[in-house]
């Protein structure tokens, strides 16, 4: 019973900056501080929100969005892991691609639009690569880095009682790296979201991010809103995904 009554207060005293948010919001608009047709007050948002949820119209949004989202996340983390793996174990690998690589992180994904458009068109395939650039990246370094922090002296330590490569890499190196590959993971999913927003106002016709760019252009504005909102509580679903997932497989840190 303590346990709930602390729970529910944690998690109230959480939410206290979110409540005056949204009550300021809503006093704004509504005392004409700001004006309604620039900022609609959360209950016509909300409103708004549950008229597309009734005609079915948000769900269509979401999943689109949320595939797209998984789709480019689940081959940027399969591609950054792999290679951020083989990286950070070879040492010679990662003197000849460092170069390579910092130029490519810094290259923006919104900034290659045009180039991806220009190669894969206006279909799926270029809002997935728009996806996948953007998120790759966190991935890929921060393995790389959590491979080339592990303790040496525990390396060596396993490697005088005669463990093969193989061991070391399965036993040693993967679990102590495991924590960074989930940060960049978990950062990466934080920029698909981003990402899936830029790539769907561009020759979309669904997703919320092609709903809040058309409820702009129609002037639309609790739709336009509703679809920020369902984009922030995308993000945060995601991430409290990625951090359950991150819990399960490093568990044997709390131990």
Request: charged share 15%; hydrophobic share 55%; with cysteine.
């Amino acid at each position: 019973m303590k346990d709930k009554f602390y729970r529910g207060g944690e998690l109230l005293s959480r939410s206290v900056g979110l409540i005056l948010f949204i009550i300021l919001w809503e006093a704004a608009p509504r005392l004409g501080w700001v004006m309604q047709t620039y900022l609609a007050p959360p209950s016509r948002v909300f409103y708004a929100l549950w008229l597309m949820t009734a005609r079915g119209e948000l769900a269509r949004h979401v999943l689109i969005s949320l595939q797209r989202v998984i789709l480019g996340l689940v081959v940027s983390s399969v591609v950054g892991v792999v290679f951020g793996l083989l990286i950070g174990y070879f040492r010679r690998l990662d003197r000849v691609l460092d170069l390579l690589f910092q130029a490519f992180r810094q290259m923006s994904a919104f900034a290659l639009f045009p180039v991806f458009i220009l190669l894969f068109g206006l279909g799926e395939l270029s809002k997935t690569v728009i996806i996948f650039w953007a998120s790759l990246w966190p991935v890929l370094l921060n393995t790389c880095s959590g491979v080339k922090n592990v303790d040496p002296v525990l390396i060596r330590s396993v490697k005088s009682m005669g463990a093969s490569k193989l061991f070391i890499f399965i036993k040693i190196i993967l679990p102590s790296a495991a924590p960074e590959i989930f940060t960049g993971i978990r950062l990466g999913g934080s920029y698909c979201v981003m990402a899936v927003v830029a790539a769907e106002m561009i020759g979309a016709s669904s997703g919320l991010g092609y709903l809040v760019l058309y409820s702009e252009e129609t002037f639309n504005v609790p739709e336009m809103y509703g679809g920020i909102i369902g984009l922030a509580i995308l993000g945060i679903g995601l991430n409290w995904i990625l951090q359950s997932a991150e819990k399960f497989f490093t568990s044997w840190r709390e131990v």
